[in-house]
């Protein structure tokens, strides 16, 4: 055999099979005598570590998103202990990558770094959860960026018709579906941030999520850390209001003459994730848009042109859940591509997925869950995304014994019963 007959052909393609089983890995819990509860997933080689505390109070919490944005920018800003270019310093120093976010709900902070190097950077790490002073000066500046932004923003279809399409599904006047104006935000003052700290923070009600090469000195490290903690406020948040949607069929346009194209969001309020149908629903979405291959790409963007990438999603949280479907087009394409994504809706009810459109429907949903364990960071956020956002337990596992026993018959089922396009709520921005 000569080396050319013992290459591989590259006009044949390799079998296509079905991925072998896996499972979600488990983690350990341990509360501390601060109330702190620690979820911790050690199955890491690298001499590394992830934390993400996670604490009551996001931008449907707090007095407004802007006070919610800028109180979780500033924790970095400085400390009791620490100003913000020491804090920078320390973390720089220690090789330490530092974000923080606010949820509709919950806020975070969460730092990677070096084992060897935790013990320098993990105070910093616990005064800006429980310490943070909101300097004046950092506000001053940080507020004047964000106000900037929205009114930068305020000329962007995508976000314009994201701001309408919040009020159709969330209800105009949920606090979800709210955004500040740039004089709003320029009147936020510092007070404000500490009242929304003291409202949300509370040892008790935070959950510190780790990961990486937790061996016993790290965790003792850690749990010693946190078990004594400063006094802080009563986290005192309010129980999610749930989302009120629009009346089915509404529609909401904003105009922008001057726009080269158009933002069309298209939304379907739907069910809660602790619905039985919620995870076969989940697969049905993904089969009309969530992935290259899906039924909105293949017909809006491949055959018709009407636009580069169209996405249909299944969005779940606490106060409610709602499909969501999302495009830019050509201004004088709006028309056409609702019509189009309308039929794509009645047909993925009426034609579904069968044989190789089935086979490519299942190997991307697993190979998405296979994913989520591709590392430790990876895999305790999706315990962080499961606590967040109302993911029941046994969900991973369920979803995947449904991905296999995935029929035709089952995702016409779900989407003539929730894919419905006399449901639709659309918002549109442009010309």
């Known amino acids: 055999m000569n080396n050319k007959d013992s290459l591989l052909s590259r006009t044949t393609p390799p079998p296509i099979t079905m991925m072998s089983a896996f499972s979600l890995p488990g983690v350990r819990r341990r509360v501390l005598e601060s109330g702190i509860e620690m979820i911790i997933y050690d199955k890491c080689v690298e001499p590394v570590n992830f934390m993400t505390y996670i604490a009551p109070g996001g931008s449907s919490d707090l007095k407004s998103p802007a006070s919610a944005a800028l109180g979780s920018i500033l924790r970095r800003e400085g400390t009791k202990s620490f100003s913000g270019d020491e804090i920078n310093g320390i973390l720089d120093y220690n090789s330490a990558w530092l974000k923080t976010e606010t949820g509709e709900l919950t806020s975070s902070i969460a730092m990677r770094s070096l084992n060897s190097t935790l013990a320098a950077t993990l105070p910093v790490f616990k005064e800006m959860i429980f310490e943070p002073t909101f300097p004046e000066h950092a506000l001053a500046v940080r507020r004047e960026g964000l106000a900037k932004n929205i009114e930068v923003s305020m000329n962007d279809v995508d976000f314009l018709a994201a701001c309408a399409s919040d009020r159709l599904t969330k209800g105009h006047s949920h606090p979800a579906a709210k955004v500040d104006t740039p004089d709003e935000i320029r009147a936020i003052t510092r007070n404000d941030l500490l009242d929304d700290f003291n409202s949300t923070i509370s040892p008790s009600s ?13 965790e003792s490290l850690i749990a010693e850390t946190f078990s004594t903690v400063p006094s802080a406020g009563n986290g005192s948040t309010a129980d999610p209001l ?3 949607p629009a009346p089915a069929l509404t529609t909401e346009r ?7 194209q158009s933002a069309v969001i ?10 039985p149908d919620y995870i076969a629903l989940h697969i049905a979405v993904s089969a009309l848009g969530g992935y290259f291959g899906s ?33 830019d087009t050509d201004c004088s394409n709006v028309g056409r591509l609702c019509d189009e994504v309308r039929n794509e809706l009645t047909n993925l009810a009426a034609n579904p997925p069968e044989k190789d459109e089935l086979m490519r429907l299942k190997q ?11 590392n430790p960071f990876s895999t305790i956020s999706y315990y962080i995304s499961a606590y ?8 991973f596992e369920s979803k995947l014994k449904q991905i296999e026993k995935l029929t035709p018959d ?7 019963k929730y894919i419905r396009p006399e449901l639709l709520l659309t918002a549109i921005a442009g010309k």
């Open 410 to 416: 089952r995702i016409a089922e779900v989407s003539s």
């Open 364 to 374: 991307y949903l697993l190979s998405s869950q296979a994913r989520i364990l591709d």
């Open 388 to 395: 967040t956002s109302g993911i029941p337990d046994g969900y």
């Open 266 to 275: 298209m939304t379907i309020p739907t069910i809660p994730r602790s619905h």
């Open 254 to 260: 904003i105009s922008k003459p001057d726009a080269l």
């Open 295 to 327: 039924r909105l790409m293949g017909n809006i963007r491949e055959e018709l042109g009407l636009t580069y990438g169209i996405s249909a999603s299944l969005l779940g949280s606490i106060p409610g859940s709602y499909i969501q479907i999302y495009a």
């Open 242 to 244: 749930p989302y009120s």
């Open 206 to 218: 935070g959950k510190l999520f780790i990961a990486g090469n937790i061996s016993p000195e790290i």
